[in-house]
């Protein structure tokens, strides 16, 4: 089945500086990459996603690439600011119905 | 609109003990998963269900046994609770026939004594 690795497992970044957080995955059938963030006791929530047909996609700070040939994709957050402090999630499915298989999470601290 | 909803948000057992996990989308969605967090593990897939009559063992389905009662309902039952069952179970739910978003419910806090 998929395996997806997610690095680093902790980041910290002072604010303003920027933030990559990379996955690589193993099932080259894997069409569907969302990354989720989870604030401290909470419920993981979507901030972004791309399909195996587009390279990059772009909201405001956030962005994602995807290297199929490689089979990774990678987070960059710009501009960082503490309310980004949280843990992210990458995922990876092949399943049109949506089964999602999930990095460890990386940890997050924006400090000021 | 409620979104994914799942009770209780907290329990304690005994090992031994049995519960039912419950959870319910108001979203009209087909999918529904049953996922579990350990610290350093991320999200585990414990059971999923892609449609109403239908459920399929994830990755760590074993312990647990899941119902689908309806499109709304999903249920998550561990019949005789160990230890190693102590985890944060998040219940979440997404449209079939496209990947798309999946929306969490916002988890429940299980400790096995």
């Known amino acids: 089945g998929e395996n997806v690795e997610q690095h680093p497992s902790t980041l910290s970044v002072q604010e303003g500086d920027s933030a990559v957080i990379k996955c690589t995955y193993s099932?080259?059938?894997?069409?569907?990459f969302p990354w989720y963030k989870q604030e401290l006791g909470k419920r993981p929530q979507l901030i972004i996603d791309?399909?195996?047909?587009?390279g990059e996609k772009k909201d405001q700070r956030i962005a994602v690439t995807l290297n199929k040939t490689a089979k990774h994709f990678s987070l960059h957050i710009t501009e960082t600011q503490p309310e980004d402090s949280a843990v992210y999630f990458c995922?990876?499915?092949?399943?049109?119905?949506?089964?999602?298989?999930f990095g460890a999470g990386t940890q997050v601290v924006v400090t000021p | 609109n409620a979104g994914v909803t799942q009770t209780p948000k907290f329990q304690v057992l005994k090992t031994g003990q049995s519960m039912t996990l419950q959870c319910a989308q108001d979203?009209?969605?087909?999918?529904m998963y049953w996922y579990r967090q350990d610290p350093g593990m991320g999200l585990r897939l414990i059971y999923y269900?892609?449609?109403?009559?239908?459920?399929d063992k994830g990755e760590v389905p074993n312990g647990y046994n899941v119902s689908r009662l309806n499109k709304r309902e999903f249920s998550l039952r561990l019949e005789s609770a160990a230890p190693s069952q102590t985890s944060v179970y998040f219940c979440?739910?997404?449209?079939?026939?496209?990947?798309?978003?999946?929306?969490f419910g916002q988890g429940t806090r299980l400790t096995v004594v």
């Open positions: 099932d080259s059938a894997s069409n569907y």
């Open positions: 995922a990876a499915s092949r399943d049109s119905w949506g089964k999602l298989q």
């Open positions: 791309i399909r195996s047909n587009v």
């Open positions: 269900s892609a449609s109403e009559g239908t459920t």
């Open positions: 979203m009209n969605h087909n999918s």
């Open positions: 979440a739910s997404s449209e079939a026939g496209v990947n798309t978003e999946a929306f």
